[in-house]
């Protein structure tokens, strides 16, 4: 009988044995496939682009002069650099709402709510105040249930003594393309050209302070993350850093083959099509040490498998300094990389397929 119990315990302790090491070689696994082979060294995904005219036209209608506009409201005295739960972020919430308002989106929240409320203690400490996201959305005309979200935080740094740190880069240039971008979908909407899925403008909030706005979005989904096909998230894209000052047209592309290399494919055709930008992946590189793709919005979207993109134009001299103002926007080239944007969003909301994850 000892015998036969002895045996019976050495059974179990094998298979406990056994579950431990399948454990830990399934966790091992994981790791090992999320890092892929270079893009180079894997076979192309070929994809076709739609054939559909009217995106020249409706991309056209992003103007440098319409993202200046927007752009000086952002750096203005008046909106004291936009520091989370602050004044000047509160009156920066109520311009991007008045202009959603203005252009009779649909309130996302609810009948006339077009801000996600944020509480204090969400920031564990990072602000002293509550917060909101703000939310436009435009409805799809045959796949309203799947959403393409466009995202970029207009939060910034505040006032610190007596300066102002306005984050006119950082991110009022994501900020004012958003807010571009939303109207040339809107100016489509209204021609009878609307997008087949839905379209969620998301201005984001507590980015600075640790990615909090996208943070709360992500576990408080308006819309649930599994019918989420895309973050198309802009953090930075008005200047022309020390590496390209010789060839400022250029935006370095972050995190588009990372969960989808359709996405990356999609991207690169659409360039290729409509706006012929240099497009930069310097730092979507794993070794890179800069670690870009964890340090904007898009990436508490990637954590929960949505592929992403990050539009960046790297960082510059003025990066979180006072100095980072208005008047050293290149708006020729932030109207160009809005485009981009634009003809993305386009795209992967009017394709008969959603986009694929590998």
């Known amino acids: 009988m000892r015998k036969i119990a ?7 302790l094998s298979s406990c044995s056994s579950k431990k090491v399948v454990s830990q070689n399934l966790e091992k696994k994981e790791k090992i496939n999320t890092k892929k082979e270079p893009l180079e060294k894997q076979e192309p ?30 750096t203005s005295q008046e909106f004291e650099g936009r520091r989370t739960g602050e004044k000047g ?33 969400f920031f564990n400490g990072a ?15 045959e796949k309203p249930e799947e959403i393409v979200v466009i995202s970029a935080h207009y939060d910034h740094l505040g006032l610190k003594g007596d300066k102002i740190f306005n984050g006119a880069d950082d991110n009022g240039s994501g900020t004012s393309a958003v807010l571009e971008i939303a109207e040339a979908f809107h100016k489509a909407v209204i021609e009878g050209e609307g997008p087949k899925r839905s379209i969620l ?14 943070k709360y979005y992500t576990s408080h989904p308006v819309f649930p993350l599994k019918n989420t096909v895309v973050d ?30 359709e996405l990356h494919y999609i991207s690169e055709a659409l360039n290729k099509k409509y706006t012929q930008l240099d497009l930069d992946y310097t730092y979507n590189d794993e070794k890179d040490p800069n670690r870009f793709y964890y ?3 898009h990436y508490n979207f990637a954590k929960n498998g949505v592929p992403i993109i990050f539009y960046f134009n790297g960082t510059h001299a003025d990066y979180h300094k006072e100095t980072d103002t208005e008047e050293k926007i290149n708006y020729e080239i932030l ?20 986009l694929k994850i590998d």
């Open 6 to 12: 002895f045996i019976i315990i050495l059974i179990v």
């Open 45 to 74: 995904i070929k994809v076709t682009l739609q054939d559909n005219k009217s995106i020249y036209y409706y991309a056209s209608t992003i103007t440098k002069e319409d993202l200046k506009k927007h752009l000086l409201k952002f």
């Open 89 to 121: 972020q509160k009156l920066a919430a109520n311009y991007i709402a008045d202009f959603y308002k203005s252009l009779e989106f649909e309130a996302a929240i609810s009948e006339g709510q077009y801000f996600q409320y944020i509480p204090r203690e």
């Open 127 to 141: 602000s002293k105040n509550a917060s909101e996201n703000v939310l436009g959305f435009i409805y799809g005309t």
């Open 201 to 214: 403008f998301l201005n984001l909030t507590g980015e600075e302070e640790g990615l909090y706005g996208s």
């Open 232 to 261: 198309l998230n802009i953090d930075m894209i008005g200047r022309v850093d020390e590496a390209h000052k010789e060839n400022p047209n250029f935006v370095y592309l972050i995190g588009a083959d990372k969960i989808s290399r």
């Open 295 to 297: 340090r904007s919005d």
């Open 335 to 354: 109207a160009k990389r809005a485009q981009l944007v634009f003809v993305t969003a386009w795209e992967l909301a009017n394709r008969e397929e959603r």
